[in-house]
Structures are given as C-alpha cells and as structure tokens.
Nanobody
Framework: QVQLVVSGGGLVQAGGSLRLSCAAS????????MGWFRQGPVKEREFVAA????????DYADSVKGRFTISRDNAKNTVYLQMNSLKPEDTAVYYC???????????????????WGQGTQVTVSS
C-alpha cells in the first residue's frame, strides 16, 4: 500500500508563488508516473500536471503551462509542484496521485492513478 503525504499549501496573494510537495511511501515511486490534480469550489477534479517515472517527460494543463513546474526526486520519493504567478482561479484543493501498475509516462486520466494524497488547500487572494 502506498501512502502520499502532501504539504506546502496555504494563502498567497495573486502573483505570488508556492511549492507543493508530495512524499510517497513504498518502493514503487521511482518506477511510476506521478500527477497533480486540483478541485476548486463547485468544480470537478481537474488535471494540473504529470511527470514520467524518470522525470524526462512532463505534461501540463493549458491553464497552468508556463507558470507551474512539476519535478521529482526519486532518491527522496518526492514529487513537487512549483507554482508561480498564481491567480485567484488557481484556488483549489490540490492532490497528488501515484500511477497505477505499469504507468510510467504522464497521463491526464484520473483512472490511471491508483493512489491519492489527502489534498492541500491553496488559496490565492486578489
């Protein structure tokens, strides 16, 4: 069983930055893709970013491209989401997700992820 612990959320003014971290337990982290998703008020969960097992391939939602960066440190079993130039519309609960068996490349499909972190609130004030 994999456990994901998310940290780094908080309140920030528009234009500011935050870095989210997601630490994973177990021995599958370094061989699986990881993803970040978010769910805002009265919205469905939406894809934010994903990264391949090696970190060599990434994918971003159009709404965050150029502002957010996903990265990983396999030695620390941790994936990060650096968020810059934050906007009020980025306000949401952010979740990290661990790829299911054999998922090595980034994907936007929720069903391809087997484990989910507890979520962290990010609030961007205008």
């Amino acid at each position: 069983q994999v456990q994901l612990v998310v940290s780094g959320g908080g309140l920030v003014q528009a234009g500011g930055s935050l870095r989210l971290s997601c630490a994973a337990s177990g021995r599958t982290f370094s061989s699986r893709a990881m993803g970040w998703f978010r769910q805002g008020p009265v919205k469905e969960r939406e894809f934010v970013a994903a990264i391949s097992w090696s970190g060599s391939s990434t994918d971003y939602a159009d709404s965050v491209k150029g502002r957010f960066t996903i990265s990983r440190d396999n030695a620390k079993n941790t994936v990060y989401l650096q968020m810059n130039s934050l906007k009020p519309e980025d306000t949401a609960v952010y979740y990290c997700a661990h790829g299911a068996t054999n998922l090595s490349g980034p994907t936007r499909r929720v069903g391809e992820y087997a484990y989910w972190g507890q979520g962290t609130q990010v609030t961007v004030s205008s």
